[in-house]
């Protein structure tokens, strides 16, 4: 029988090394922990993406390795849960590197859609979905990076145009006054050492307190009308959650180095315009703290 031969292996001839080979959009439901428990965990369906670097001369990576290692982790997860979607990350790229000895640095990306317990301003139980955010970069003998982030989406009610109608129509400041709303996606992504730990329902809590209100999958008439009042007493352009966010991030997590990087994002989606609002920040929690 005739040698089955390694192509991928063969000697590339181009002269180029490329950054990340690997796979992606792979769908897996992976057992993620949770720091309070070590027995509780949650069942998470995830979207990863799993790369290696491939040196200059080598024609191609063995890509069924990283759904081997994908499968290996998730697998172990169901054993004995991982806790956190990042160290999920961590341990696939970890893993990437035992299997491709030829490379020198992994990148691991994983999406999860996640349920998070909530109460309405009535104190009605619900369940409300965000988004997690989990990575890893992996260095051969070297530095390991995860990433956590979530994603959260939230109500913002305009202070331009509320000031502006209430000049119009010659209101009191006693009372809020109608404005055009939002609906606000606010990202927030933290760069973290591989010994500091941070926990998903705390930024989920913190980016809904910095929104004009909270919003909810399921609301009654009494609900419906507190949020809409809240909301309007408390007006926020996008500029304004970006900055909150990143405030309570810096009171809170007073124990992170100064070298943490940390990227808040926030787009409204206009209801009175055919175009989103957008704000940013990336910095490290050194130059945040330089700033309060």
């Known amino acids: 029988?005739?040698?089955?031969?390694?192509?991928?292996?063969?000697?590339?001839?181009?002269?180029?090394?490329?950054?990340?080979?690997?796979?992606?959009?792979?769908?897996?439901?992976?057992?993620?922990?949770?720091?309070?428990?070590?027995?509780?965990?949650?069942?998470?369906i995830c979207s990863i993406d799993a790369y290696v670097d491939l040196p200059a001369d080598q024609k191609g990576s063995h890509m069924s390795r990283n759904l081997e290692v994908i499968d290996e982790v998730v697998d172990g997860c169901d054993d004995k849960p991982l806790v956190g979607i990042e160290s999920v990350a961590v341990a696939m790229g970890k893993t990437l590197l035992d299997k491709h000895s030829y490379a020198l640095v992994s990148n691991v990306s994983i999406e999860a859609e996640y349920f998070k317990e909530s109460v309405t301003p009535r104190g009605r139980r619900t369940t409300e979905v965000c988004k997690l955010i989990g990575k890893s970069k992996c260095t051969r003998g070297g530095k390991i990076v995860k990433t956590l982030g979530v994603q959260v989406t939230g109500m913002t009610a305009c202070p331009c145009a509320q000031e502006n109608a209430a000049r119009i129509l010659g209101c009191s400041k006693k009372w809020p006054t109608i404005t055009h709303n939002q609906r606000n996606t606010c990202t927030v992504v933290m760069e973290l050492g591989e010994g500091v730990e941070v926990r998903a329902d705390d930024l989920i809590d913190l980016v809904n307190d910095c929104y004009s209100s909270p919003t909810f999958g399921i609301l009654k008439r009494d609900d419906e009308a507190i949020v809409v009042i809240n909301a309007h007493n408390n007006p926020k352009f996008v500029e304004d959650v970006v900055r909150e966010v990143l405030r309570k991030i810096v009171e809170l997590y007073t124990y992170m180095p100064d070298d943490i990087v940390v990227t808040v994002r926030s787009e409204s989606e206009e209801s009175?315009?055919?175009?989103?609002?957008?704000?940013?920040?990336?910095?490290?929690?050194?130059?945040?703290?330089?700033r309060l």
């Open 1 to 44: 029988m005739t040698a089955i031969c390694d192509v991928q292996s063969l000697k590339n001839e181009k002269g180029f090394s490329l950054t990340r080979v690997g796979v992606v959009g792979v769908r897996k439901i992976i057992q993620v922990g949770k720091p309070e428990s070590e027995e509780k965990s949650v069942p998470m």
């Open 272 to 290: 009175i315009h055919k175009h989103n609002a957008f704000a940013e920040r990336i910095a490290m929690m050194g130059e945040l703290r330089s």
